[in-house]
């Protein structure tokens, strides 16, 4: 009764009014309900033409209006359906290229003082063993991940101020400081790109986020259905406040974090109104700090323990929908980064990645302490939701080779500065593509050497060489010597053990 009456207190401090209002317009956050629907109801049975007009300019690389997106989500057709699914793979190659990029998530803590319905971490499950990280400890799940042959990681905090920005903080510079030979060659290997999946926090507290050396800032508004949002996140807790999370990553990028990710959690409201919302929420954000979100989130709701909505909700989404929101998105938001999660059984992931998604996970464990210590993970009160795909990183290297996509461990935006405007400028000029094709052969070289196994190398060396003649062949690279030169070398360094270079 005292630790709740002392998070009770804590809770009340976290939210401040004044970094809320200074983004208002009129008092009104930018979800116009009204608007949506009749935008949504006006684009019913678009005109074939104006459908292929839209994707013509989502190939320019142009975020769409409100009223084409709204076109798009309209369609009935299962010819068009097709001809954006195709669409969408195109528009992500032309700014992406053919890289598929991975990481895994590090669950920190599972202690919360919220009573999300849908989520196996809220405060009033007492099904849920709560437990929460010590530095040793995320340094030992660190080194579970990094013998898998990740480089990237997104740490996972529910809201409590057990796990407050300190112990972010920490928790981020406890991962950088972990170095492990790699199981194969024995030359040494870190995370390079520590991403964060936390709580709304004052710009402060973000402050200290950013001097910890994060990279990507991720907040999903779960849902952007305000009166859904108030049933399902308890008006007496932190999360309650659909404003003060609404505008986290405003304050975010107003702190000096300029790489932020949205999403939405697909399952508790209309699956179309949620594509709407993150299209607004993007164009706000570029509205105000002229640069969209870095990468968008689309998890469909699963079974998570003492959670009887996760299980019932009447918005569930089918996995043909599911196709459709994930291509609208690509097509909508072209410059963003789309991440299919492991919540997805491996056949919709694989159908799913090729309707332009940039990033996936794997070896995806979501207990707490789980990679170090796998019993946790048998256990499904231990969870906060259930996965559809365990498998190991080797094996959905193998799947996404198969398809001919070339797997990806860059880092190198963040550390050569391409993020924020840069890189939005960038993308929408498909020039990052370039580099991301290049770092990503850099990148899969190293895995190929130092993780992978016989069948992967087997099915890897192809492509890349693949790879390699699509480089020397492009007329970017030919009218670009030294950064052909540059990469040739990086390449050569690698093979002869050098690691972590790139462009």
């Known amino acids: 009764m005292i630790e709740k009456e002392l998070n009770g207190r804590w809770a009340q401090s976290v939210i401040v009014r004044k970094?809320?209002?200074?983004?208002?317009?009129?008092?009104?956050?930018?979800?116009?309900?009204?608007?949506?629907?009749?935008?949504?109801?006006?684009?019913i049975n678009p005109d074939p033409k104006s459908i292929h007009d839209i994707l013509q300019k989502s190939l320019s690389i142009k975020t769409l209006a409100p009223d084409e997106t709204a076109a798009l989500l309209n369609v009935t057709s299962p010819e068009i359906w097709e001809e954006i699914f195709q669409t969408a793979l195109e528009v992500k190659k032309k700014v992406y290229d053919n890289r598929i990029v991975f990481f895994a998530p590090l669950y920190c803590s599972n202690f919360c003082v919220n009573n999300c319905a849908y989520c196996g971490f809220r405060e009033a499950n007492n099904r849920e063993v709560r437990r929460i990280l010590t530095l040793d400890e995320i340094k030992r799940e660190t080194s579970s991940v990094l013998n898998e042959g990740h480089k990237r990681l997104i740490l996972v905090f529910g809201e409590h101020q057990r796990s407050d920005a300190d112990y972010m903080a920490a928790a981020v510079k406890a991962v950088y400081s972990v170095v492990e030979p790699a199981p194969i060659s024995g030359r040494p290997s870190s995370i390079r790109r520590v991403n964060i999946n936390a709580a709304p926090m004052e710009m402060a507290k973000l402050s200290l986020l950013k001097e910890a050396g994060i990279g990507t800032y991720q907040v999903f508004q779960e849902t952007y259905h305000h009166e859904t949002y108030g049933a399902v996140h308890p008006t007496n807790t932190l999360k309650g406040d659909y404003q003060w999370r609404l505008y986290a990553l405003h304050r975010a990028i107003d702190a000096g974090l300029d790489d932020v990710a949205i999403g939405a959690l697909?399952?508790?409201?209309?699956?179309?109104?949620?594509?709407?919302?993150?299209?607004?929420?993007?164009?706000?954000?570029?509205?105000?700090?002229?640069?969209?979100?870095?990468?968008?989130?689309?998890?469909?709701?699963?079974?998570?323990?003492?959670?009887?909505?996760?299980?019932?909700?009447?918005?569930?989404?089918s996995d043909e929908d599911f196709k459709k929101l994930v291509a609208v998105l690509r097509l909508s938001v072209p410059t963003a980064g789309m991440i299919i999660t492991a919540r997805e059984k491996a056949e919709i992931k694989r159908?799913?990645?090729?309707?332009?998604?940039?990033?996936?996970?794997?070896?995806?464990?979501?207990?707490?302490?789980?990679?170090?210590?796998?019993?946790?993970?048998?256990?499904?009160?231990?969870?906060?939701?259930?996965?559809?795909?365990?498998?190991?990183?080797?094996?959905?290297?193998?799947?996404?080779?198969?398809?001919?996509?070339?797997?990806?461990?860059?880092?190198?935006?963040?550390r050569c500065g391409r993020t924020g405007e840069t890189i939005m400028g960038l993308?929408?000029?498909?020039?990052?593509?370039?580099?991301?094709?290049?770092?990503?052969?850099?990148?899969?070289?190293?895995?190929?050497?130092?993780?992978?196994?016989?069948?992967?190398?087997?099915?890897?060396?192809?492509?890349?060489?693949?790879?390699?003649?699509?480089?020397?062949?492009?007329?970017?690279?030919?009218?670009?010597?030294?950064?052909?030169?540059?990469?040739?070398?990086?390449?050569?360094?690698?093979?002869?053990?050098?690691?972590?270079?790139?462009?």
């Open 427 to 503: 993308l929408s000029h498909c020039e990052e593509g370039k580099f991301c094709k290049l770092n990503a052969v850099l990148t899969f070289r190293e895995y190929l050497t130092d993780y992978a196994s016989e069948a992967t190398r087997e099915i890897g060396e192809p492509l890349i060489l693949k790879e390699i003649r699509e480089i020397e062949s492009m007329d970017y690279f030919k009218n670009k010597p030294h950064l052909l030169q540059k990469f040739r070398s990086e390449y050569s360094e690698i093979l002869s053990g050098k690691r972590d270079l790139y462009l």
């Open 19 to 43: 970094e809320i209002d200074k983004y208002l317009i009129d008092g009104k956050d930018f979800i116009n309900e009204k608007d949506i629907f009749d935008r949504l109801g006006k684009n």
């Open 266 to 317: 697909f399952g508790l409201y209309d699956w179309r109104f949620e594509v709407m919302g993150m299209l607004y929420h993007t164009l706000d954000l570029e509205r105000q700090f002229g640069i969209g979100p870095h990468t968008l989130s689309f998890p469909r709701m699963t079974p998570a323990s003492g959670s009887p909505l996760s299980s019932d909700s009447p918005y569930h989404v």
């Open 351 to 414: 159908e799913v990645i090729q309707l332009g998604c940039t990033q996936t996970d794997a070896s995806t464990r979501i207990g707490i302490g789980a990679y170090s210590d796998q019993k946790t993970e048998i256990d499904l009160d231990k969870k906060q939701f259930t996965i559809g795909d365990p498998r190991d990183l080797d094996d959905v290297i193998q799947e996404v080779a198969k398809l001919g996509f070339i797997s990806s461990f860059c880092t190198a935006g963040y």
